[in-house]
């Protein structure tokens, strides 16, 4: 120990010489947190008071919602009790730098044994609280913990939530319409980042344990905005700390939010952006210049038509990578040709299309030879503790057969839908959300392995180290925020933004969900679809524009329209795949004049009520303003 280094220890020590003196008090608002702008006590439901350094209320959870605790009892009943319902606790020090605080230990509840401890510390230096609960104690069973914590805003008080639903949503104080639902980080929720603004004061949550938490997000017009957490169990029970941290501040808004968040990601090792994967991978580089040309299935009569489609393209200046269709599980046949899943069990045919192996080796072959890359499709299974094995029997059969793709697109993974990461309670294998996850990023990697450019089906926090890409960008149906998010024709709901793109927009790259796949696939044709394809900075593809069929109708007027606007939203992307999303403002208070920022030093701004958009810093973009062709 140095003597300069004696001083400065001794400081760090005054926290926990407070801590011991606190030991055997029966005063729960005896604890206080103490940091350079904020300043924090316990409330008697154990949720937090939260004041500035000026004494400003941040936020008082007294009046909300307190934890709630779900125990299993030896009668193998669930018993739901306040957690503050403890008839005794200790308070004891709690460090783990750079976090310094408490631990209440919770225990004596009615008919049980457990013991909890809620565990409430902060970082000094940068106002960030880091909050913890586990069961620490007892024979029964905590299964789960709700309200911890729940959050909520007075519509009153003005500002917004912030909701990482698909690629980010606002919902402004003012939002007229209501929002009830709650679903799992991970699956409906493309972040763990959630956070709340009014007037010069915002907070954001970090959820580090999201594995099993599920979140609640509520806007009731005219009375309040909530964000309400609840941990729910693993395989039947808490297993593992939850955790998450909460951060106030000045001045904060959604953009600021994004990228402390990316900040924190970067450490984590979530951010690993294109430019790094394309040096292990570098046909990553080539797909971030190319339109995607999808077709879709197998079909005998096709082949030379979908080829000759290919030619045209290169001819006309474009760069295409190309989505190789999918066959039937059961082999394909000309008579009674159907749809196709080109689930595990298509690549361990021996037969999969009439000629075999070869012939789909063969079409691929044919692909690459006009310069272009060909991306394969292998559907999601259960169960997933041995989906890595299935995965390398498959890929080992279709290469043995001639047929190496460049890219594959894991379809099912990381798709929307609290089901896509269920647990799997099967006794034999019993699967936790956490290991469902980690198996998924292992296929990733067997893919990565055999030099296959990974990817999956919509954007997901948890899966970006992995995937180079995705099918949508976050815009797809079920990702769009509507007030009855089970039902595709729903109103919006709130403001989009590109909040998941300022974290993470150089990180992958994906499809703008359009007519092509589906009337219900599209963005809202009223709300600027072509100007949201630039806005969430969405790579170009034909068949996602609305009627964007193949093979390509030529002689239809609107194919050289459809054709010219790729030109141009190619060339912008082109620009901006590989640099990060900057910034995202609003330029007018309706919300309708937009503008994006990357680091390269593109910007791009959006008339959303005269429909047109103007770009500075690429090639033949001056800033003058362009009406994108009418699809």
């Known amino acids: 120990m140095t003597t300069s280094s004696t ?249 600021a939010m994004a990228k402390a968040y990316r900040r924190y990601a970067r450490k984590q090792g979530l951010v690993r952006t294109l430019e790094e994967k394309a040096r292990t991978l570098p046909v990553v580089e080539q797909y971030t210049k190319g339109i995607e040309f999808r077709w879709g299935q197998w079909h005998h009569n096709q082949q030379e038509i979908i080829l000759d489609d290919l030619r045209k393209l290169r001819e006309l200046g474009f760069q295409i990578d190309f989505f190789f269709p999918k066959w039937p599980d059961d082999g394909y046949d000309p008579e009674t040709w159907k749809s196709a899943y080109c689930r595990t069990a298509a690549y361990l045919l021996d037969t999969p299309v009439p000629g075999g192996w070869q012939t789909l080796a063969n079409y691929a072959n044919a692909v690459r030879a006009l310069g272009y890359p060909v991306k394969g499709f292998i559907l999601h299974g259960r169960p997933m503790y041995n989906a890595v094995k299935r995965l390398r029997q498959a890929l080992d059969n279709a290469e043995k057969g001639g047929l190496k793709y460049d890219a594959l697109y894991f379809d099912g993974y990381s798709a929307y839908g609290d089901n896509t990461l269920a647990e799997d309670p099967n006794p034999d294998h019993p699967e936790t959300r956490r290991e469902n996850v980690e198996a998924q990023l292992d296929c990733f990697k067997e893919a990565a392995r055999r030099d296959i450019v990974p990817g999956g089906e919509v954007p997901r926090f948890w899966a970006i180290p992995e995937c180079a890409f995705f099918f949508f960008d976050g815009n797809w149906s079920r990702d769009r925020l509507t007030n009855v998010p089970t039902r595709e024709s729903q109103a919006p709901v709130g403001e989009p933004v590109p909040l998941f793109q300022l974290v993470f927009h150089d990180c992958y790259w994906a499809h703008f969900s359009g007519g092509g796949y589906g009337g219900s696939y599209d963005w809202w044709a009223d709300r600027n679809p072509r100007l949201y394809e630039l806005l969430f900075a969405c790579a170009p593809s034909y068949n996602w524009l609305p009627g964007g069929r193949m093979p390509i109708k030529w002689e239809d007027p609107m194919t050289e329209e459809r054709l010219a606007w790729l030109h141009r939203w190619s060339a912008y992307y082109r620009a901006i795949a590989m640099s990060e999303m900057t910034n995202h403002k609003f330029l007018s208070a309706d919300h309708k004049q937009q503008r994006i920022e990357f680091a390269n030093g593109v910007v791009a701004e959006f008339d959303m009520t005269a429909n047109r958009y103007r770009i500075w810093g690429i090639p033949g973009s001056d800033g003058e303003w362009v009406t994108p062709e009418e699809l």
Not at 54 to 67: M, N, S
Not at 210 to 224: I, L, Q
Not at 230 to 235: A, N, V
């Open 7 to 255: 001083p400065q220890m001794l400081l760090n020590a005054i926290p926990l010489i407070l801590l011991l003196i606190l030991l055997g008090t029966t005063e729960l608002s005896a604890i206080e947190l103490v940091g350079k702008n904020v300043r924090a006590w316990v409330n008697d439901n154990l949720t937090l008071k939260i004041v500035d350094a000026k004494g400003h209320y941040l936020w008082d959870g007294e009046e909300a919602a307190g934890p709630q605790v779900m125990i299993r009892g030896s009668d193998d009943q669930l018993h739901e009790l306040p957690l503050a319902s403890a008839a005794k606790f200790a308070i004891l020090p709690f460090v783990q730098e750079p976090y310094h605080g408490y631990t209440i230990r919770l225990s004596s509840f009615t008919a049980s044994d457990v013991v909890v401890d809620l565990t409430i510390a902060l970082d000094p230096a940068s106002d960030e609280f880091m909050i913890q609960a586990n069961q620490s104690g007892g024979q029964d069973m905590v299964t789960e913990i709700a309200h911890l914590y729940r959050f909520e805003k007075p519509v009153a008080a003005g500002g917004y939530m912030v909701v990482p639903h698909g690629q980010g949503y606002l919902i402004p104080a003012d939002c007229p319409d209501a929002l009830d639902g709650d679903g799992f980080i991970g699956s409906r929720f493309t972040l763990p980042l959630f956070g709340m603004v009014q007037g010069d004061s915002a907070m954001y949550v970090i959820v580090e344990t999201w594995w099993d938490s599920k979140v609640a997000v509520e806007h009731y017009p005219g009375d309040k905005s909530v964000i309400d957490f609840d941990w729910k169990p693993s395989l039947g029970e808490l297993r593992y700390p939850r955790r998450f941290l909460l951060r106030f501040a000045k001045g904060m808004d959604y953009v």
